[in-house]
Nanobody
Framework: QVQLVESGGGLVQAGGSLRLSCAAS????????MGWFRQAPGKERDVVAA????????YYADSVKGRFTISRDNAKNTVYLQMNSLKPEDTAVYYC?????????????WGQGTQVTVSS
C-alpha cells in the first residue's frame, strides 16, 4: 500500500507561487497515475491536476489551467504541483493520491494534506 506525505503549503499573497510535493512510499508509485486534489471549507474534495504513470499525459481542472503544473519523479517516488499566479480561491487543503488513469477517481489512501492559504 502506498503511503503519502504532502508538503510545501503555506501562506502566500495573491499572485505568488508555491510548489507542493507528495512523497510516496511503496512499490506501486511508479506504476500508478497520481492526482492532486483540494478541499476548501464546506466544499467537496475535487481533482485539480492528474498525471499518468509515465508522466506523459496530464490533466488540469479549468480553474487552474495555465497556472498549475503537475510533474513527477518516479526515481524519487514524488509528485509535484507547481502553483503560480495564485488566487484567494485557491485556498484549500491540498492532497495527493493514486487515481484511476482514465477516470481520475481516487483509488488509494489519503495523506494528511497540506494547507494553502492565499491572501488578497
Amino acid at each position: 500500500q502506498v503511503q503519502l506525505v504532502e508538503s510545501g503549503g503555506g501562506l502566500v499573497q495573491a499572485g505568488g507561487s508555491l510548489r507542493l510535493s507528495c512523497a510516496a512510499s511503496g512499490r506501486t508509485f511508479s506504476s500508478s497515475a497520481m492526482g492532486w486534489f483540494r478541499q476548501a471549507p464546506g466544499k467537496e474534495r475535487d481533482v485539480v491536476a492528474a498525471i499518468r504513470r509515465s508522466g506523459g499525459i496530464t490533466y488540469y481542472a479549468d480553474s487552474v489551467k495555465g497556472r498549475f503544473t503537475i510533474s513527477r519523479d518516479n526515481a524519487k517516488n514524488t509528485v509535484y504541483l507547481q502553483m503560480n499566479s495564485l488566487k484567494p480561491e485557491d485556498t484549500a487543503v491540498y492532497y495527493c493520491t493514486r487515481i484511476g488513469s482514465s477516470t481520475r477517481a481516487p483509488i488509494g489512501s489519503w495523506g494528511q494534506g497540506t494547507q494553502v492559504t492565499v491572501s488578497s
